[in-house]
């Protein structure tokens, strides 16, 4: 057994495509997720991005092994034989055995059990290794492959992908719950959303989107909510209203999921995921209507009330779900005391906006809509809530020169994945989390 660096005479073989090189020897490098010592041999296996290999290791060489704790990256040269009973169909023997960086100490927790049973907050202590067991591989694939689908929708549909600043000179939605800079002795923040930034590009290139991070200061910890997290945002020109936004935004949810069933099958199959029911046509209800379902079917009056409470999401994701065999609902026509300025009001009754949340599963998804595209409106609606114009008016200016009928929406990424998976945190979907408590790792 060997140590040092690792080895290049030797072209390095992917576990994940050890298959058709069965009769040959390869050359494979990870870390060791398992270590069994029988009495005349062992049997160690080897983790690396793709997969774990078995590898049979002789009697000889199992002393030199007892030392090394379970994620010591490892080196191994060995021939490659079909085995039925390894987990991959293949076995390494003969192996000759380089120890690259040795573990000496023990791990904060076992990541090599087929169950994956941590305390949360111990996993986010320990997020920078327990981030390598399987299942939470799986998980990340997943956020990755819903970033990649949701690029890929777009791209096909006409979309210019945008990057938009992060530091702001003014507040999206309000000044209650932004983070604010010191920016070279001026008054800065962080981004709320791109929302000003991408309407600005519709002025462009008519239809944009973004994936990028958010920041929230919104002072409480609970298992739905971060300080940070990635917006997958969309927003388009010449629309008739909020409906055509909604049509858009079905489609790419359904194209999403396909594509994960498409390119993830793997980590959607040992994460045990149970898709969602995604019709066609997603079934919507007007916001004063779903109040009248909360109270006839559920016996709380809530008429009184300008948003949903999370118990009413869950109560309208339940109905959705057996009235319209739908694990998505639209909510629309919010009250616009509710909205953010920018909102466009239904102009049958402007008490409500042409806008919509999405429920996925019972919990709010997706925030969208209709946007005021006249620069006199802006003006009326800045007035109407007693916010100063000079802060906008940089992003006001795009609206005196020509804006169409626009709108758009934003997805949480975290949020999806949680729904998706059924976990019940939003951090165990969330790489390195912030919150009110957690700034590390």
């Known amino acids: 057994m060997g140590r040092g660096v690792f080895q290049t005479h030797m072209e390095r073989t992917l576990i994940a495509n050890l298959g058709p090189r069965v009769g040959e020897k390869v050359l494979i490098a990870g870390w060791m997720h398992n270590f069994r010592r029988l009495s005349k041999f062992g049997f160690l296996l080897l983790r690396d991005a793709s997969g774990i290999a078995q590898i049979v290791v002789e009697k000889d060489q199992l002393d030199s092994l007892a030392a090394i704790q379970d994620e010591s990256v490892l ?36 990541i090599n059990k087929a169950v994956f ?14 981030l390598r067991h399987p299942d939470r591989k799986a998980t990340f694939a997943l956020s990755a492959a819903l970033m990649a689908a949701f690029r890929s929708h777009l791209n096909e549909n006409g979309f210019t992908e945008v990057t938009t600043p992060k530091i702001v000179a003014s507040a ?28 600005i ?7 944009v989107f973004e994936v990028a991070p958010v920041f929230r200061a919104e002072p ?10 990635v917006s997958l945002d969309v927003e388009f020109g010449f629309i008739r209203d909020h409906r055509d936004v909604m049509e858009v935004l079905g489609g790419l949810i359904r194209a999403m999921l396909k594509y994960l069933q498409t390119h993830n099958q793997r980590e959607l199959e040992q994460l045990k995921v149970r898709m969602p029911l995604a019709p066609e046509k997603f079934p919507s209800i007007y916001f004063p209507d779903a109040q009248k379902v909360i109270l006839e079917r559920y016996g709380e009056d809530c008429s009184h009330e300008p948003d949903l409470s999370p118990q009413h999401e869950r109560w309208l994701g339940e109905w959705a779900l057996q009235e319209y065999q739908s694990d998505y609902l639209f909510v629309t026509g919010y009250p616009m005391a509710k909205r953010p300025f920018y909102t466009h ?16 599963r019972g919990i709010e998804l997706v925030t969208g809509g209709q946007r005021l595209h006249r620069y006199e409106d802006y003006v009326q609606a800045l007035q ?23 709108g758009g929406f934003a997805i949480g990424l975290e949020r999806f994945l949680m729904q998706l998976l059924g976990v019940s945190n939003l951090r165990e979907t969330t790489l390195f989390p912030r919150d009110m408590d957690r700034l590390t790792p």
């Not at 999206?172 to 791109?194: C, I, M, W």
């Not at 298992?223 to 997290?229: P, V």
Request: aromatic share 14%; net charge negative.
């Open 172 to 199: 999206t939605e309000s000044g209650a719950n932004v983070f604010a800079l010191d920016y070279f002795h001026r008054k800065a923040f962080l981004a709320q959303s791109p929302q000003f930034y991408k309407q």
């Open 384 to 406: 109407q809530r007693g916010l100063p114009l000079e802060p906008f008016e940089g992003y006001l200016e795009t609206f005196r020169f020509g804006m169409p009928p626009h």
């Open 75 to 110: 080196q191994v040269e060995g021939l490659v034989v079909a085995e039925k009973n390894a987990a991959s169909g293949y076995e390494i023997h003969q192996p000759v055995i380089t120890i690259i960086s040795p573990v000496t100490e023990a791990v904060p927790f076992p």
């Open 220 to 229: 409480h910890s609970t298992a739905r909510h971060l300080n940070e997290y």
């Open 117 to 130: 049973n941590v305390n949360l907050d111990t996993f986010l202590d320990n997020a920078t290794f327990g």
């Open 345 to 360: 009001p239904n102009p049958a009754d402007p008490r409500y906006a042409n806008g919509f949340d999405l429920l996925f």
């Open 201 to 207: 590009m519709v002025g462009v290139f008519e239809r």
